[in-house]
């Protein structure tokens, strides 16, 4: 169950990343993110009581952000790349 819950979280964070907004899913959608990576989220933030504090949306990136490091972290990535990718997601619009 869990891992179908992860392939599904990482269709909707596709989506995102093809579309580049947030604004392509719906309340429903997040809410699931948020689920899901919820314990991720723990562990990845230094601060996890301030991460509940920000805007959705900033989230959301965040959400993106580890799953990225995660997906990336088995592979060697230069320092262009990273600067790529950063890139790559501060053009996410993030409409609500």
């Known amino acids: 169950m ?3 819950k992860r392939e599904k979280a990482e269709i909707i964070i596709k989506k995102i990343l093809q579309e ?3 604004s392509v899913i719906n309340q429903d959608e997040k809410a699931f993110l948020f689920d899901v990576y919820s314990d ?7 601060d996890y009581e301030l991460f509940l504090t920000l805007p959705e949306s900033e989230k959301l990136i965040n959400i993106i952000l580890v799953v990225l490091k995660e ?5 060697h990535v230069s320092p ?4 790529q990718l950063s890139e790559y997601i501060k053009t996410i619009s993030k409409d609500e």
């Open 2 to 4: 869990e891992k179908e």
């Open 20 to 22: 580049k907004s947030l």
């Open 40 to 46: 991720d989220m723990k562990i990845a933030s230094k």
């Open 71 to 75: 997906y990336i972290g088995s592979w």
């Open 80 to 83: 262009e790349e990273m600067k």
